[in-house]
């Protein structure tokens, strides 16, 4: 397999800006191979952060950062440790501002289990519900895998699918990356540049709606010229103008003119029951 390792993942595209890619399975599956495949590398050199390992690109042209996460429990979410869900939710922070891929890495078995793909869409959703637009489902197969249970492996996973429209089929001994990485670039692509970000990161920055145009609202949502401190910070000085700008609107609201209004009438009938 190692002399079917790309010299790099994106050649024709070297002039373009990075790619970051997270890697996404359960326990069975071997992403670190995957990530060699990507990295077009024999050996790996990652920083491990937390449970996850951050991967670089150091012998190809494009720049290309790829984060391996622990795999989860194929049987139920229940199963799965809580410190594992916190990293799968975590992940996508280790590449700020965010990832541009979401790689779902299937294993394809001589047969399909009947949960695994329920469970594969419960711990994705951990992130958030609008991971779909981001992911890439890959069936990883071995070489001896026939193309019948295949089959049987993506007609199981229609539910996500229609979800995230995106898939690719690796078979082991074969030099079939190229669909891969096609899918990726025109994945990019069509997200205009946006990225994956965590539930908690949207909903912190989803006051900011009423404040921004439509121009600025996609930068709010994922733009690579922003990062998270970035959407935090600009977030608290709007939120510090409101509050201003609502305190001093109130010497002059309904609320203050109406008891200042009686007050006065007070006043003015008692100078005229005063002259009486």
Known sequence: MASDLPTSVFESSSSESEIKIVLLGDTRVDKSDIAKLILGCKTLKGEEIGLCTLYKSEETERKISVVDTPGW???????????????????????????????????????????????????????????????????DCEEEIEDSVINEHIQSAQTILEKCKRLCVYRRGFNQMTNLFNEIDDLVKKNEGEFSMAQIYYEEIQPETQVFDKGELRQRRGSKEMDLPNLRKRFDMEEKKKSFCAANHGVLNDRTIKPFSVILMAIIGALIFCRI
């Open 73 to 139: 429990s194929p049987i139920s979410i229940e199963q799965t440790a809580e410190n594992i869900k916190t990293e799968i939710v975590r992940c996508v922070s280790l590449c700020p501002p965010g990832p541009d891929v979401l790689l779902l890495v299937i294993p394809v078995k001589q047969e399909p289990s009947p949960y695994e793909m329920t469970e594969a869409q419960k711990h994705m959703e951990l992130l958030s519900e609008r991971v779909w637009k981001h992911t890439i489902v890959l069936f």
